[in-house]
């Protein structure tokens, strides 16, 4: 089950057991602000998206749409939503569960910048009954706990960092490696970095 990669994922964190499992669909971001009790625009919606090498995914507040000319500056081609297949032959999630979490290497993922106006936002986990309740900071440090790993394993291929924006990608290589060692120090630099310098989190989204 997608949900048990999801718990995988969290394990190594202490965090599996914060993991929500609802009596009802949470499919929907109506449905999932209901099954948890916020308003929609505090979850964290992951939008799936289809690019020539593949798929992207945004994670998004809940009352947010694409900017169709943002996201065709940023990857190159308009916006084209992955089909129920295509979801789940790309993430490995299904359609109501698709997360940030546990997807395969290969898959780009996006945190976007409508997230910080709140302190707690609830993405899916893996399953159309789940979620888990992060705070942005936390949302943006396992997310680049995630791709640190990857990276390293892809040999330092996978971070890309806009020309003048941050730290070069020595740099932040060098960073996200010393994060592995001393999560709790880097955690404070990633946060930063991420949230509010804009690697790796792109404002394609305006406000419905």
Request: proline share 4%; with cysteine.
């Amino acid at each position: 089950m997608s949900i048990e990669k999801v718990r995988d994922y969290f394990r190594p964190l202490g965090r599996e057991q914060d993991i929500l499992e609802f009596p009802v669909s949470s499919a929907t971001v109506e449905l999932a602000a209901q099954a948890a009790g916020v308003i929609p625009a505090r979850i964290a919606k992951t939008l799936s998206f289809l690019v020539e090498e593949g798929c992207v995914l945004i994670a998004a507040a809940g009352d947010a749409k694409i900017d169709n000319s943002k996201y065709k500056a940023m990857f190159h081609t308009k916006a084209k939503m992955l089909t129920p297949e295509q979801v789940s032959a790309f993430t490995g999630h299904a359609v109501g569960g698709v997360c940030p979490f546990a997807n395969p290497e290969g898959v780009r993922t996006y945190l976007d910048v409508s997230l910080r106006r709140f302190d707690t936002v609830f993405p899916a986990a893996g399953s159309s009954n789940s979620a888990i309740r992060l705070t942005c900071d936390e949302l943006a440090e396992i997310f680049c706990l995630h791709m640190s790993k990857a990276n390293e394993r892809a040999g330092g291929q996978l971070f890309s960092i806009p020309e003048g924006r941050g730290q070069s990608i020595p740099e932040y290589e060098k960073a996200a490696r010393g994060f592995l060692r001393e999560i709790t120090a880097y955690a404070r630099e990633v946060r930063q970095y991420l949230l509010y310098t804009g690697a790796n989190v792109i404002n394609l989204i305006t406000l419905a």
